[in-house]
């Protein structure tokens, strides 16, 4: 069956970056594109962007374009999210969701990363 | 962006009874290849949100008959025929129709 599993817990200085894994089985790897979201608290889910894996190219939000970074290794079926230049308010669960026509249909089980000085 | 507006954002239903969320969106969710990109989540407490409806009304896989959707351009409904115990939680709608997709504020549905 389908399953995404995303790396552990994350806490960093204003400033630094992070980088979340998350490791999709149980399906074709290339035949779906998966999307990163965040969850802060008393802010709702936010869509940072989707990345293809086939190709490798990506399409980011606009208000993370300048931040985010999204990349894939075929070889471990994973895909990566970088966020830099972390702020305050970027302290959130982070989850990876597989795209096509059941849009989100699968998630991963999310990553807490927590931004503080 | 799109503004995503649902309303109640808190609902408390008596086991066995009807319940109903609205969402409306700011512009409409009818994309040019027919479709329309709008989708309901639930999260319960604790887990990541689950996938209950896409383009509308069609229930993902395993999920409840007691749950349906319907609506049109920027209306949409969340209907549960009667609610159980288990689909306490958080209800979100979000589309796709655009970039970047946008949520729901969220709806909390509790047990009476």
């Known amino acids: 069956q389908v399953h995404l599993e995303q790396s552990g817990a994350e806490m960093r200085r204003p400033g630094a970056s992070v980088r979340i894994s998350c490791r999709a089985s149980g399906y074709l790897f290339t035949t779906y594109k998966i999307h990163w979201l965040r969850q802060a608290p008393g802010r709702g889910f936010e869509w940072l962007g989707g990345i293809n894996p086939n190709y490798g190219n990506s399409g980011i939000a606009p208000k993370f374009k300048d931040r985010v970074t999204m990349a894939r290794d075929m070889s471990t079926t994973t895909v990566f999210v970088e966020l830099r230049s972390l702020r305050s308010d970027d302290t959130a669960v982070y989850y990876c969701?597989?795209?096509?026509?059941?849009?989100?249909?699968?998630w991963g089980q999310g990553t807490r990363v927590i931004v503080s000085s | 962006d799109i503004v995503m507006t649902q309303t109640p954002l808190s609902l408390s239903v008596t086991p066995g009874q009807p319940a109903s969320i609205s969402c409306k969106s700011s512009?409409?969710?009818?994309?040019?290849?027919?479709?329309?990109?709008l989708f309901w989540y639930l999260q319960k407490s604790g887990q990541s949100p689950q996938l209950l409806l896409y383009?509308?009304?069609k229930r993902f896989s395993g999920v409840p008959e007691r749950f349906s959707g319907s609506g049109s351009g920027t209306d949409f409904t969340l209907r549960i025929s009667r609610v159980e115990a288990e689909d306490v939680g958080l209800y979100f709608c979000?589309?796709?129709?655009?970039?970047?997709?946008?949520f729901g504020q969220g709806t909390k549905l509790e047990i009476k």
């Open positions: 383009e509308i009304s």
């Open positions: 969701a597989r795209g096509g026509e059941e849009f989100l249909g699968h």
């Open positions: 512009q409409s969710l009818l994309h040019t290849d027919g479709k329309t990109y």
């Open positions: 979000m589309h796709s129709v655009q970039v970047p997709p946008t």
